[in-house]
């Protein structure tokens, strides 16, 4: 019906990035009204621009059952939030909204995994060329990324006003204003470890340092999503346990993973270091690639022995979660040793905006670009140069 040209309307506006300085001061102040008249237009927009984007898709991928069921999630929740668009602001109207934020929360629960399915079942059914990886990957980033951002407006907004209070604790929201860095570190390793000591029936152990190099001797803390570090920092430490142990398999002493915290004038650091073995660089661009790391499933039968990592999409979507607030998540490895992972985050509340992906011209001109041509020679076939050179 009207769908159409309501996404045309919305998806014309930017979506408004916040910073975590704005979330937490929004938050302090709390007035339900205002994040109403601010969320019942932001979300149409983010979900908008995005849903337009999942229409430029490659055609193979667009037709696959579960990217139509995605598609449909998304045009059920955009109309649910229009609904809102000129309604009275009363205490019944605010009460229904926060009820379709929960439902609609709910509905997209599962998105993540119905798009990796979505990818499977068109590597099952179709060839897929460089330029259509090319495409997927671009749009899988921006679309797991709008999804973070839309369930972080959601989040705010039902913790603050979902009538659940939050007791003395200082969190607004689901930002903590003054995140100890090291406990979110302890608790993702010890839950990674329990899952390592169950497979392995081993783990290495955790080495920690820190260098406050602005407030020496300092807790480092930071303003922060604890949720969104701690599911870094678990993927890492999994990762990490994995290459360690499959790499010292028969010995009974294993390296430590070091974790080093550092809080500099305008970063905060969190680099994990482990002597797992390290990866081979032409392999290290697929652990962030969505098509590769998309495995047929293990079948139900052995889930209970699903490998601590490998399958899923953990290390692009801590990527995200990253880059999410401006910071980063950089490997670095050295083959026949092993790898450092940095986790790179904004010390300055103001600087950590929100990074969305944008419905444009030159979004649109991405997926309709093909891949540039090379302009530097990597063929090692025995082109004439070569047999030249064996003429020597
Ligand atoms: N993330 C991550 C990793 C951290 N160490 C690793 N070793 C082999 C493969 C992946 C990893």
Redesign the pocket.
């Known amino acids: 019906g009207h769908i159409p040209k309501m996404l045309d309307f919305y998806s014309q506006f930017n979506p408004s990035p916040l910073s975590i300085k704005q979330f937490i001061d929004f938050g302090l102040s709390a007035c339900e009204r205002k994040s109403f008249t601010f969320l019942r237009k932001e979300l149409p927009v983010r979900l908008a621009n995005i849903m337009q984007e999942i229409h430029l898709l490659p055609e193979h991928l667009l037709r696959m059952p579960s990217v139509g069921i995605v598609n449909n999630l998304y045009i059920t929740s955009f109309e649910e939030i229009i609904h809102f668009e000129k309604s009275e602001i009363n205490d019944t109207t605010l009460d229904k909204f926060c009820q379709a934020l929960i439902k609609i929360r709910n509905r997209h629960a599962d998105v993540v995994e119905v798009m990796a399915k979505g990818i499977i079942e068109l590597k099952e059914s179709h060839d897929v060329d460089a330029h259509m990886e090319n495409n997927i990957q671009y749009f899988l980033d921006r679309f797991f990324m709008s999804r973070v951002s839309i369930r972080m407006l959601i989040n705010q907004h039902t913790l603050l006003f979902g009538g659940v209070l939050n007791g003395h604790s200082r969190h607004v929201g689901c930002i903590d204003p003054s995140c100890d860095v090291i406990s979110v570190i302890k608790d993702a390793y010890e839950n990674a470890r329990f899952l390592c000591d169950q497979y392995y029936l081993a783990s290495p152990e955790l080495v920690v340092k820190s260098h406050n190099d602005l407030e020496c001797g300092n807790e480092i803390r930071i303003v922060y999503v604890p949720s969104h570090l701690y599911h870094i920092l678990f993927?890492?430490f999994?990762?990490?346990m994995?290459?360690?142990m499959e790499y010292y398999g028969d010995s009974d002493t294993y390296p430590p993973v070091e974790v080093t915290i550092v809080r500099g004038k305008e970063d905060i650091c969190v680099k994990?270091s482990?002597r797992?073995?390290?990866?081979p660089r032409s392999?290290m661009d697929q652990?962030f690639k969505y098509m590769y790391s998309t495995a047929p499933q293990p079948s139900k039968s052995d889930a209970h022995t699903v490998p601590l990592?490998g399958y899923g999409y953990?290390?692009p979507l801590?990527r995200l979660y990253a880059r999410y607030l401006h910071g980063d998540l950089v490997?670095l490895?050295c083959e026949g040793y092993?790898?450092d992972?940095v986790i790179y985050l904004k010390a300055l509340s103001n600087e950590a905006n929100e990074l969305l992906p944008i419905f444009n011209k030159t979004s649109t001109k991405f997926y309709r670009t093909p891949l540039a041509t090379a302009d530097w020679s990597s063929s090692c076939g025995g082109g004439m140069a070569t047999r030249q050179l064996n003429m020597g």
């Open positions: 993927e890492l999994k990762n990490s994995r290459a360690v994990m482990d797992g073995g390290g990866i392999y652990l990592a953990g290390l801590s490997l490895s092993g790898t992972a």
